[in-house]
């Protein structure tokens, strides 16, 4: 039943950009579906939760508090006279889209003509139209914001405290990544990766955070990641956690533009890991796989 389910999956998207496919089930490669090599590849906003994952370590070894004030975090950058929407600001609001802003900010569409070389001012500089933590509004304004407050507070920058605690041990190389003007990582996109390193990344949030016996990522943050911080608008749409998107069957999801994903299906103990250059991938790759192979693992 299986085998049939993947041929069908594997006709039904081929031609739809995918460069390369794993998935894995209890722990071992089941299915696997390769048109290049695996080379490190731009994941974008996977990386978003690759700096949540940084954010949940940090935060676990008391660097820092989902509930304290932007305006406390970032004392410098803060514009005078600050909006009331702006104090009310956290750092859970970043970690879950809704910072009471109504546009997307540092998107790849603007950087490249970005003139401000200050992006923590510029971020907090926009408007703020909404309580924080009523509306969603996807923007990498946020995790940018996650990633510079996480370096300044363990002591060392982002890529180095990310490879010492999960990229080292998970056998990735050093990160290459997108800095802004000042030289830190860019907290929301610009990460390179491989498949196998999505489908690592993956299992390690399918092992609630445990890798060959040691706890990498608090099991706690596991948990909370996968919790949709505001209910979707409907039923056919996902929800979106701490840094992470949720999805059918109970699903999670790291997820980059073009369909580069890393998917947790903690009910079929199994991890999808894609990396494509597809311009519809949530139809083209993930509807198919919920609709054609999910139902027979």
């Not at 460069?19 to 994941?43: E, P, T, Y």
Request: hydrophobic share 35%; proline share 6%; net charge negative.
């Amino acid at each position: 039943m299986f085998e049939h389910a993947w041929r069908e999956y594997c006709r039904v998207t081929q031609g739809k950009g995918i460069k390369n496919l794993l998935l894995s089930q209890n722990g071992s490669v089941i299915a696997q579906m390769h048109f290049d090599d695996d080379c490190l590849r731009n994941v974008y906003s996977v990386t978003k939760s690759f700096t949540s994952t940084a954010v949940g370590i940090a935060w676990k070894e008391g660097f820092l508090s989902l509930e304290e004030n932007i305006v406390d975090c970032f004392p410098e950058e803060i514009p005078q006279n600050p909006s009331e929407y702006l104090k009310h600001l956290k750092v859970k609001h970043l970690l879950s889209m809704t910072m009471g802003q109504d546009r997307a900010y540092l998107m790849s569409d603007s950087r490249s003509r970005m003139q401000d070389r200050d992006w923590i001012r510029f971020v907090l500089s926009r408007p703020f139209t909404d309580e924080p933590g009523t509306k969603f509004c996807y923007t990498n304004g946020g995790p940018y914001l996650l990633g510079i407050l996480t370096a300044r507070r363990v002591g060392k920058d982002l890529a180095s405290y990310l490879y010492e605690k999960i990229f080292e041990p998970l056998g990735f190389p050093f990160p290459s990544w997108e800095v802004d003007p000042q030289r830190n990582y860019f907290g929301s996109s610009g990460f390179m990766a491989t498949t196998e390193h999505l489908l690592r990344f993956g299992s390690l949030y399918l092992n609630h955070g445990n890798w060959q016996g040691k706890q990498l990522v608090p099991e706690e943050w596991v948990e909370d990641v996968k919790k949709p911080f505001l209910k979707p608008e409907s039923k056919e749409k996902d929800g979106y956690g701490y840094g992470f998107w949720t999805g059918p069957y109970n699903t999670y999801r790291a997820d980059g533009k073009y369909g580069q994903y890393s998917v947790i299906m903690e009910e079929k103990q199994a991890v999808l890991a894609v990396t494509a250059d597809c311009q519809n991938p949530g139809e083209e790759i993930l509807l198919p796989f919920w609709e054609m192979v999910y139902p027979k693992l």
